[in-house]
């Protein structure tokens, strides 16, 4: 079963608005969330992460915010750039498996001019 | 420093065959993942090496998959014989710590025809 769901397939932002991704998972026992990002080709690559006992850690554009209680997470990317289009992966693992990134199915940004 | 990498980066055989992915760590890095992706879906966890031992086969679908890592540097991953099922992009992912960073090879595309 998928603990970690991305429902919006796509998303399609104008460069220099706001982009929002979104993600839940059902597993009470995750406590470290992550989001990759993927370009065509490539293998994901790290962009940012938080812990449980946080609700929100930014780095430069990009911010991550974590609602426990209703099992979600959201990425903002503000502002938008061409360069990140691309496809964003949600991950979470929790402490006694760590190691094993439990992945949604990805967000497809594209960011027009 | 030489990221992840993987071989080969496609391959394409018939139903009933058997296929070998390499990865080959980052130097150093004593955690090594395997992942997949199927037709655009999640990526899904296979298995954990710590060294040349595995820490986490959960993910691993059926004894037609066996993965090695013997003496702890580069692994393989051995499907036989391969299903159509089996087709995806596989991926590699290298670690320091346990907790650490993954980072991600640029994956094997396998097509089982």
């Known amino acids: 079963d998928q603990q970690v769901k991305q429902n919006s397939p796509s998303l399609s932002v104008q460069e220099g608005r706001i982009s929002i991704l979104n993600c839940d998972y059902t597993?009470?026992?995750?406590?470290?969330f992550l989001w990759y990002k993927k370009y065509p080709a490539e293998g994901p690559t790290f962009l940012i992460s938080?812990?449980?006992?946080?609700d929100k850690n930014e780095d430069g554009r990009f911010t991550v915010f974590l609602n426990k209680s209703a099992k979600h997470l959201s990425l903002h990317i503000v502002p938008s750039q061409p360069g990140d289009s691309a496809v964003y992966f949600c991950a979470a693992t929790e402490t006694d498996s760590w190691g094993k990134l439990q992945f949604g199915a990805g967000t497809q940004v594209v960011v027009t001019p | 420093e030489a990221g992840v990498t993987q071989f080969p980066s496609h391959s394409v055989i018939e139903k009933g065959q058997t296929v070998t992915l390499r990865c080959d760590p980052i130097s150093g890095h004593d955690n090594l993942y395997w992942y997949r992706r199927v037709m655009g879906k999640e990526i899904k966890f296979l298995l954990h090496?710590?060294?040349?031992?595995?820490?986490?086969e959960s993910g691993m679908p059926n004894n037609r998959f066996l993965a090695e890592r013997t003496g702890g540097t580069y692994s393989t991953l051995k499907v036989q014989p391969a299903e159509l099922e089996d087709s995806g992009v596989y991926f590699c992912?290298?670690?320091?710590?346990?907790?650490?960073?993954?980072?991600f090879g640029p994956g094997t595309r396998l097509t089982v025809l």
């Open positions: 992912a290298s670690s320091l710590g346990g907790t650490d960073t993954q980072y």
């Open positions: 597993n009470s026992m995750f406590d470290y």
């Open positions: 090496f710590v060294k040349e031992s595995k820490q986490d």
């Open positions: 938080i812990s449980s006992i946080k």
